[in-house]
């Protein structure tokens, strides 16, 4: 069964620049606003019985975050259910392998993600890959796989996996 993760910050919600105090006041993450297509897109897979979707979202510690998102994620996508938050700066294929309890991921483990750390993190682990380009990042060469800003592209290349 294929597991589909999405990113929280930049993926399925904006991302806005912002100091660590901004990052850290109240509602700074609960009042971010929606990605809708990629947003839509992950609501109406998680409705499907052949496929586990996941919000896998790093968090900062010593303020709201993790209650924030938490919040987001109730208002925004009450479909999601399988919510997995990790300490910011966690490797999340480790992470995510430590849940799963497995040895390692497949390409049936399929990271949606803004951000080329985690998605070679993800790769180096033996899962599939997708940088979300969300018109801030993907400028520079850092992650040499799969990318896309468009939810049809993303629809074929979550297909394209065995």
Same mark, same amino acid.
């Given at each position: #069964? ?11 919600? %904006? ?6 105090? @901004? !990052?850290?006041?109240?509602? $700074?993450?609960?009042? !971010?606003?929606?990605?809708? @297509?990629? &947003? ?25 975050? &993790?209650?924030?998102?938490? #919040? ?8 999601? /259910?399988?919510? =997995? ?11 995510? #392998?430590?849940?799963?309890?497995? /040895? ?6 399929? &990271? ?8 070679? @993190?993800?790769?180096? $682990?033996?899962? /599939?890959?997708? /940088?979300?380009? =969300? ?5 520079? !060469?850092?992650? %040499? ?7 049809? %592209? ?9």
């Amino acid at each position: #069964m294929k597991r589909i993760f999405f990113d929280l910050d930049g993926t399925l919600a %904006e991302w806005k620049e912002a100091g660590m105090r @901004e !990052l850290k006041s109240r509602g $700074y993450f609960l009042n !971010l606003d929606p990605q809708t @297509e990629i &947003l839509d897109f992950a609501r109406k897979l998680a409705k499907k019985d052949n496929i586990e979707v996941y919000i896998l979202s790093a968090f900062l510690t010593d303020c709201t975050a &993790l209650e924030d998102k938490n #919040m987001w994620c109730d208002m925004k996508a009450p479909e999601i /259910k399988n919510r =997995n938050f990790v300490l910011n700066g966690t490797n999340k294929a480790l992470s995510v #392998m430590k849940i799963l309890q497995k /040895k390692s991921l497949t390409d049936e483990d399929i &990271l949606v993600d803004d951000y080329s750390k985690n998605l070679n @993190e993800w790769k180096k $682990y033996g899962g /599939k890959a997708i /940088k979300w380009l =969300n018109g801030k990042n993907g400028r520079g !060469l850092k992650f %040499e796989g799969p990318r896309t800003g468009n939810v049809d %592209e993303l629809a074929r290349l979550i297909s394209s996996v065995a």
